[in-house]
C-alpha cells in the first residue's frame, strides 16, 4: 500500500532540516519526529547506532533517537533481529508481515510491519533507521525510497562530523 504524495513533500522537507540540524544528533532527533509526524504509517521510527565496545564484548546496535513507544530492545546483537540482519548484511530489510518472519524482536503487540536502513560511513555500517508500522505492507517502493534518503543524509552527516 503506498504512502502517497507526503513522501515527496517529506522529502523536500528532509532536505532543509539536513542543512539547517546543527549536528548529526540533531538531524537525528528532528528526523525521526519529522518521519513520526508526517507519516501517517510509521507508528515507531528510531535509529540503532553500532557501538564496537571493547574486543572481549560483541558489537551492539545501541538505541538513540526515537519517536513513539518506549521499547524493550535498547540493545540488540549483530545475529538478532531484523534490525541486527540489516547491519549485518548492510542491506536494507523490508517485511511486510513481522509475524512470518522469524527473526522478528516483538516491539509492539500492534506492530505488523517493518523497514530497517543501514546507514553507512566511510563505507561501513554505523547504524540504522528502523521503522514500525502498525499496518501490513506498510512499505512500498516510495517509503524504501524515503528511508533510504534519510539514512543516507544521515550517513553524509556523520561522515563531514565525525561524531
Ligand atoms: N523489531 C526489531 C526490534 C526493534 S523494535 O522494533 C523497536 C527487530 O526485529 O530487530
Redesign the pocket.
Known amino acids: 500500500m503506498s504512502s502517497g504524495p507526503e513522501a515527496v513533500d517529506v522529502k523536500r522537507e528532509l532536505t532543509t532540516l539536513a542543512s539547517q540540524a546543527k549536528s548529526a544528533q540533531e538531524l537525528m532527533s528532528l528526523m525521526v519526529k519529522l518521519l513520526h509526524d508526517r507519516m501517517l504509517k510509521y507508528n515507531?521510527v528510531?535509529f540503532?547506532m553500532l557501538e564496537q565496545g571493547p574486543p572481549s564484548q560483541p558489537p551492539m546496535l545501541v538505541?538513540g533517537a526515537?519517536e513513539?513507544a518506549m521499547?524493550p530492545?535498547t540493545r540488540?546483537p549483530l545475529h538478532?533481529?531484523?534490525?541486527?540482519?540489516a547491519a549485518s548484511t548492510g542491506k536494507t530489510v523490508v517485511v511486510d508481515d513481522?509475524s512470518k518472519d522469524p527473526?522478528?524482536?516483538?516491539?509492539?503487540l500492534e506492530?505488523k510491519s517493518?523497514i530497517?536502513v543501514p546507514i553507512f560511513v566511510g563505507g561501513k555500517v554505523k547504524g540504522e533507521l528502523?521503522i514500525?508500522s502498525h499496518f501490513l505492507a506498510a512499505f512500498a517502493k516510495e517509503d524504501r525510497d524515503l528511508v533510504e534518503y534519510c539514512a543516507n543524509l544521515v550517513g553524509k552527516r556523520l561522515e563531514q562530523s565525525k561524531t
Request: glycine residues 14%.
Open positions: 515507531w528510531g540503532y538505541l526515537f513513539g521499547t530492545h540488540i538478532q533481529g531484523i534490525c541486527g540482519a513481522v527473526r522478528y524482536l516483538a516491539c509492539s506492530t517493518e530497517v528502523d514500525d
